[in-house]
């Protein structure tokens, strides 16, 4: 039963350019489905916006009607916050266009944007944001929480690469935030979540990649994995910014270059990506593969874009995730060791324990020249429990709280909350750090009855 009366139902659908979802529409559960499959949530109406003047009218039609509002990019945000139950969703996933603007070097992005999307269309001028490694994970989201991937060490965080953001406070106006306009807001912008208005329009600086760049995967049996990341810990970092391998260990998936008898056993996976010269790359990989005894391999020159879609298999929407995160400094052996012994006991077939090295041109940024500040960071770790059926529940997340546990004394500070759920906002403050108090008075500025509020949210008293 929708909150809302019918004939102002009516009225307001009159003057969108976007349709008006309730739970009668066929396409209701579509829309409302999120990537974690664990969130089920019912809003009273969903507004697919076409356009900023939809989003300024969906602003103005929750607050005369007392609506919570969620604000949906792709949908992929782990903690289910772009939903809500019997409030109203604002839609932004239609808006996806991308400009190329060749002669100002900048991609112009709506938020419904996905990242595949904009890969595609900065490759085809062999240029790229860096962005996030899944295709289907959206702009929006990932940029407003800091964004890392491959291209991470050598071009920084997505945040990084933000020159400017059209946003729609909750008032209804439309401003333009940037380092010259609006200086702190984009400050609050960049790393501080969907916590301070409607973003509509994200500008990025473009750098040049590829097309090609050499990647793929090198399997170690997971009897190997303490002492392959004992050498790669320290071996990453002196290596070129081109050149990033992250480690995941988890079941092995049946990729067609393993021998059958690996598929299904415990590994330690090396995913390469490398943006440089070919001959540099291929004498890294050589080190790489010294480090043990792989069981597989498959790492040549590829599309950056299909890179880019390779762990999308592993990461459909519609399965039960539940997520743990930290930031180190660096790899200790006992850091090393907690996460090898908790790999030994991963919960199930999908579940994964990932290290991402982002050391680089993001380390050189201070901490406090915008929101996103673990700036002494060089590992992210992301324990990633993954299921299907409900009675897995309390096994999967209790190993992922357990890998967090033993693997929290060597963490260095912040969290990225990209990573974070729903019941993690007692960490907002940490994860801040030195620039939470900022934050707040932005919060405070920009939306000070805290109607944004599903998010990681910075409150404003
Ligand atoms: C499979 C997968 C892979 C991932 N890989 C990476 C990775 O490689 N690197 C990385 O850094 N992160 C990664 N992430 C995390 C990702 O950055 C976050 O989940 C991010 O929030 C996704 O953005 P979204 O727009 O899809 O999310 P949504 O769930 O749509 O939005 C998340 C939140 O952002 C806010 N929001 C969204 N749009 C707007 C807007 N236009 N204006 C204001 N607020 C808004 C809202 O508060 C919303 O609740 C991954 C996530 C998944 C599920």
């Not at 604002?90 to 991609?107: F, G, K, Q, R, Y």
């Not at 303490?226 to 002196?238: G, M």
Request: charged share 20%; net charge negative.
């Amino acid at each position: 039963m929708s909150p809302v009366d019918h004939a102002d139902l009516s009225d307001f659908r009159s003057t969108l350019a976007g349709p008006v979802l309730t739970a009668d529409n066929a396409d209701y559960d579509e829309v409302r489905a999120l990537w974690n499959g664990m969130v089920d949530k019912r809003p009273a109406l969903i507004v697919r916006c076409h356009d900023r003047a939809d989003v300024v009218a969906a602003l103005a039609f929750a607050q005369t009607h007392k609506l919570e509002i969620a604000v949906r990019g792709a949908g992929h945000n782990i903690a289910g916050n772009a939903s809500c139950d019997a409030g109203m969703m604002i839609d932004l996933s239609t808006m996806d266009a991308v400009e190329v603007d060749l002669a100002a070097n900048m991609a112009r992005v709506q938020p419904g944007v996905t990242l595949g999307q904009l890969d595609a269309a900065t490759q085809a001028h062999g240029l790229a944001v860096p962005v996030g490694i899944n295709s289907t994970t959206g702009i929006a989201g990932l940029t407003l929480g800091g964004g890392f991937g491959w291209l991470c060490r050598r071009y920084g965080m997505t945040v990084d690469a933000l020159r400017g953001a059209e946003v729609i406070t909750v008032d209804g106006e439309i401003l333009y935030a940037s380092e010259q306009d609006n200086a702190e807001l984009f400050w609050a912008l960049r790393g501080g979540g969907g916590n301070f208005g409607i973003v509509t329009r994200f500008d990025f600086e473009l750098y040049p990649l590829g097309p090609e760049v050499m990647a793929g995967l090198m399997v170690f049996p997971l009897e190997q994995a303490e002492s392959v990341l004992t050498q790669y810990r320290d071996w990453i970092l002196k290596t070129p910014v081109e050149f990033n391998t992250w480690v995941v260990m988890r079941h092995a998936p049946p990729l067609p270059f393993l021998d059958e008898s690996v598929h299904g056993t415990k590994v330690a996976v090396l995913a390469v990506c490398h943006t440089g010269e070919q001959a540099e790359g291929e004498a890294l990989v050589k080190q790489l593969r010294g480090f043990g005894q792989p069981v597989g391999e498959h790492i040549g020159m590829m599309p950056f874009v299909d890179w880019q879609q390779a762990f999308d298999p592993l990461l459909a929407p519609g399965a039960r995730n539940y997520w743990k995160t930290h930031n180190f400094t660096a790899m200790e052996d006992g850091l090393i060791q907690a996460a090898v012994k908790e790999a030994n006991g991963l919960a199930g077939p999908e579940c994964e324990v990932f290290f991402a090295c982002i050391a680089g041109v993001a380390n050189r940024v201070s901490a406090d020249a915008m929101a996103w500040n673990a700036r002494d960071a060089r590992f992210v770790m992301n324990v990633h429990a993954r299921w299907q059926e409900a009675s897995d529940d309390d096994a999967c997340i209790n190993w992922a709280r357990s890998v967090f546990a033993s693997t929290r004394p060597f963490a260095s500070g912040g969290a990225y909350v990209n990573f974070m759920t729903d019941e993690e906002g007692a960490r907002v403050q940490d994860a801040y750090a030195n620039n939470f108090d900022k934050l707040v008075a932005v919060k405070r500025q920009y939306d000070p009855d805290n109607r944004l509020h599903l998010n990681q949210n910075i409150r404003p008293d």
